[in-house]
Every structure is written in C-alpha cells, then in structure tokens.
C-alpha cells in the first residue's frame, strides 16, 4: 500500500466554480480555471489506496465498526504510517470496562509499530534530531505534547497542559486515524517518534510505546534517588510492565525479587531477570518467604532500597514503604484507577529518609531507552512470547474479548 500526493485533493472544483460565477448561478460566460495553491495551513493531501481503514469504538457495550478513511491531510511535521502490528494494553480494556472515561466514538490503541509512508511538507524528524524517510520503522509515542505550555516548560510533556493522546480522542474530521487499531496512523507534528530496527519482532516493540517507556521512566525516578546499578530491586506484580521491570533492572545491574501470586507468573519472571520470586507482598504469612528470596537475590539480611509498585494492588503499597531499607524509595506505577486509601506510616517516611514517587507514563527520552534496551535485550529474555494470539484487525472485538480473559499476555492486531 502506498500513499500518494494529492495536491489537488477533493472540493477544488466545486470551490473554483462557486468563485468563479459568484454564487448567482451557471453562466455562460467561459472561464478561465486557476489553480490556486492551497494554503500550507490545510496541509498535503494524501490518498490512500486501498482505503485505510480505523476500527472505531462507539461507546460501552457497543462492537466496534469498521471506518474507511480514503485520505488524510499531513500538516507540516505530521507523518503516515502504515501499521504492522497493534498491542492491547490494559489501559484499552480499563476504557472498554468503563473505569476511566473516554469521548466516544474513539479508535482505541497506543501500542504499535510501523513504517512511514508519507510525511508532510517540510519532512518530520525523529528525537535524535534526524529527518524521518518513506520506509522508515517507527514507534511513536502515545501522547503528542504542546512543547509550550508550563508543564512543557518543567519537563513533564507527559503533562501537557493540551495533552492529546493517541487511542484517547473522539474520533474528529482531519485526525481520523488516531488510534492503533487501524490499519494506518495518522501522527501528529510535535509526536515524539522513535526510529526501530528492522530485525526486531513487532511483538517486541509495540509494547515499547506503552509499558517499555513506563518502565523505563520509572527506573529513572528510582535512580535518582539511590543508584540502580548494584542494588536489590524489589518488584511487586509480574504482568507486563512488571517484567519489564525486571528484565530491564537486571540490565542496568541490579539484582530483582519479583512477587506476584500467579506461580505461572513467578516462572516468566525468572525468565525475565529475577535472581529470586515470592508470592505477593503485603500478605501478612508471606514473610519469612519474602525475606528467604531477598537473601538469594541479595545475600543474608539484605534489604531492598528500591521497591516497584506494579501490581495495583494498595495493600502492597503500603507493605513496600516497611521493606525498603533507609533512604530507600518506592516507585507507585500499578495504581492508574481509583483504588482504596493506604494509610502511610509518617515516621517511619521521616525516620527512614524514605521517597515515594508516583510515575504515569514518560517523557520522549524514555521512549529512546526503551527502543535501546529492546534492541539489544530481546533475545537474552523472552518478549517476543509475551505476545500472542494475535488477531486480524477486522476481529478488534475478538482480541478483546481474548485480552480480558487472559490477563498474561498481550493480545495482537494485523492490519
Ligand atoms: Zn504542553
Ligand atoms: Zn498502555
């Protein structure tokens, strides 16, 4: 598939006639046709053939119905990828559940690669400042910040003050392809976008857009506070993002205990990284086991000093902030829907230095490190088997279905 410049693009016509017999009528005074450039703030039209097609949502409890969009129109900086392959991320089924609300109808999906085929005028580059090319693989990220406003301006473009998100937006007239689950998207200038390897899966790097730089932000905010390299790493819930975790602590030399209470879950996470697994924290008899696998990972009486919240769940919250050692921190990453209250300890933050940091997605740096450690890491651990059924893109509501039954892995789409 292919896109093709369409300067013309569709109404000119019928534009030129109305000026030219000013509205009263046909005349049959011959004219002579121009052509007017259009103004560069319309932006390039591009065709697309066959029809690119998005797989819109309408709201809860409806399927999902299939759109063709024939053209899009890039402004400067906005680019058009052909999608190889989409990811459900939990974040898609939180919206189809209806636990955060979301402007219907939308196209659903933040997690893809794919290749560019056209770019507006004056090109795109990519963070590393190069210029993007026709065939170029990319990940983008899921969230086009202003670069302008205060949080802009504080280094939290995850922040923006006029935040658009990919698979977030009500599906509008000039930007419909704004999700993943499509067979095109549509990306907007000013999208942090990621050049990636040809020869690594696309089950490997979809995920990079959503839960590798989630990860990634989060080692960051750990290692700020007590250096990573070296240190005993705890992290609570083995999903997704928790291996990751794993995978990518144990990559930057720390060494990592993974608890989840899934015993499938505690096998993939040696798979991943961890020098020892427990079952979830914050149960109350599973400490002399928690404190067993901190002495493998860690040696006799080691404490961890930074612990990832990944699982969600609050009782572990408030179980993490009493493992730590002193001047140690916890990450909190897994809460992304209303939850319980946890009573805090403010002693024991005070007495033992302790920071807690709240971590929700990433800035475009933390996309680089992800691509970084996917490329040189994905074989050493297994992503590629993090993902799979994968479903034809005509059978969204099918992949759905599959990635709210089983939890454990990633479900697919193919365009
Ligand atoms: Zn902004
Ligand atoms: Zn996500």
């Known amino acids: 598939m292919a896109g093709r410049d369409d300067l013309r693009g569709e109404g000119d016509g019928d534009a030129q006639r109305r000026r030219c017999d000013g509205g009263r009528g046909v005349t049959s005074r011959a004219v002579t046709p121009r052509v007017v450039d259009r103004p560069a703030s319309l932006g390039k039209g591009v065709s697309v053939y066959p029809s690119a097609t998005a797989m819109v949502w309408p709201g809860e409890g409806s399927m999902h119905e299939a759109v063709a969009v024939p053209g899009v129109r890039l402004s400067p900086g906005d680019v058009l990828v052909e999608i190889e392959l989409a990811t459900v991320c939990d974040s898609d089924l939180h919206t189809l559940l209806g636990h955060r609300p979301a402007p219907t109808p939308l196209v659903l999906g933040h997690e893809q690669v794919g290749r560019v085929i056209a770019l507006g005028r004056g090109g795109a580059k990519t963070t590393d400042g190069l210029r993007v090319s026709l065939g170029e693989r990319i990940v ?5 910040p202003c670069g302008r406003c205060a949080r802009c301006r504080r280094g939290l473009p995850q922040k923006c003050l006029a935040l658009q998100k990919y698979g977030h937006e009500r599906m509008r007239r000039g930007w419909e392809l704004s999700g993943g689950f499509a067979t095109h998207a549509h990306i907007l200038d000013g999208t942090p976008m990621v050049s990636v390897p040809d020869g690594v899966p696309a089950s490997v790097l979809a995920p990079a857009s959503c839960s590798t730089a989630t990860v990634a932000a989060a080692l960051e905010a750990a290692d ?9 790493v705890l992290i609570a819930g083995a999903g997704m993002l928790g291996l990751t975790a794993a995978a990518m602590a144990t990559d930057a030399g720390a060494h990592v205990v993974v608890a989840d209470a899934s015993p499938e879950r505690r096998s993939l996470a040696t798979a ?8 979830a924290v914050g149960v109350p008899e599973s400490g002399a086991e928690l404190t067993a696998a901190l002495a493998r990972a860690g040696g006799r009486g080691a404490v961890p000093t930074i612990a990832l919240e990944l699982s969600g769940d609050t009782t572990a ?6 493992f730590v050692d002193v001047g140690g921190v916890v990450v909190l990453i897994g809460s992304i829907t209303a939850g319980a209250d946890v009573p805090l300890d403010p002693e024991l933050l005070s007495r033992h230095l302790l920071t807690v940091r709240g971590v929700h997605n990433y800035a475009p740096r933390h996309l ?15 992503f590629a088997e993090l993902v799979g059924p994968v479903f034809p893109l005509a059978e969204v509501d099918a992949a759905l279905a599959a990635a709210l039954g089983d939890g454990r892995r990633r479900v697919g789409l193919r365009p």
């Open 140 to 144: 983008w990220s899921a969230a086009v």
């Open 224 to 232: 700020a506070i007590t250096p990573l390299d070296g240190a005993l």
């Open 272 to 279: 991943f990284g961890a020098e020892a697994v427990t079952t």
């Open 317 to 322: 919250v408030r179980a993490l902030t009493g």
């Open 368 to 382: 680089e490190q992800a691509v970084r450690f996917l490329g040189r890491a994905w074989e050493r651990y297994p």
